[in-house]
């Protein structure tokens, strides 16, 4: 398998590891958006949330809150940004299912904002239909 976060992992390649447990690992990410910046990934290989397992999906989310508590509090953050993206379309590059955990500062400049402008209702709507639909 050619993944690199497998490789990781694996100790194959270097990184900064902070946490572990028997499903998930959390390291620093090497091109941060912010000091403090790292990810949390699921032992277990899975390109993204659809073919990631329950069990592991369960500990990488437990494995982020207690990362993204001691992230804030070493840096002194004003608050955390949780990113997880799935598909080259969402900008995810790792084909490993990973969330990041990404300190924020006031006025920190990086982004992530986006300008409320009111959809559609009647679309709205139909998308929900379409969505309960699907989860029946």
């Not at 207690?66 to 990113?83: E, F, P, R």
Request: one cysteine or more; hydrophobic letters at 45%; aromatic letters at 8%.
């Amino acid at each position: 398998m050619d993944c690199v976060f497998c490789k990781i992992r694996d100790g194959q390649i270097p990184s900064f590891k902070i946490y572990e447990d028997s499903r998930t690992l959390a390291f620093m990410d090497i091109n941060p958006l912010n000091p403090g910046h790292c990810l949390v990934i699921t032992k277990g290989h899975a390109a993204t949330i659809f073919e990631v397992e329950v069990l592991d999906l369960q500990a990488a989310v437990a494995t982020t809150k207690k990362v993204a508590s001691a992230v804030k509090g070493a840096v002194q953050a004003d608050g955390v940004n949780i990113l997880q993206a799935n598909g080259a379309a969402a900008f995810q590059s790792v084909p490993h299912f990973h969330f990041h955990v990404i300190p924020r500062f006031t006025n920190d400049g990086k982004g992530f904002d986006w300008k409320l402008v009111p959809g559609d209702k009647q679309q709205i709507g139909m998308n929900g239909e379409r969505i309960r639909a699907v989860l029946r």
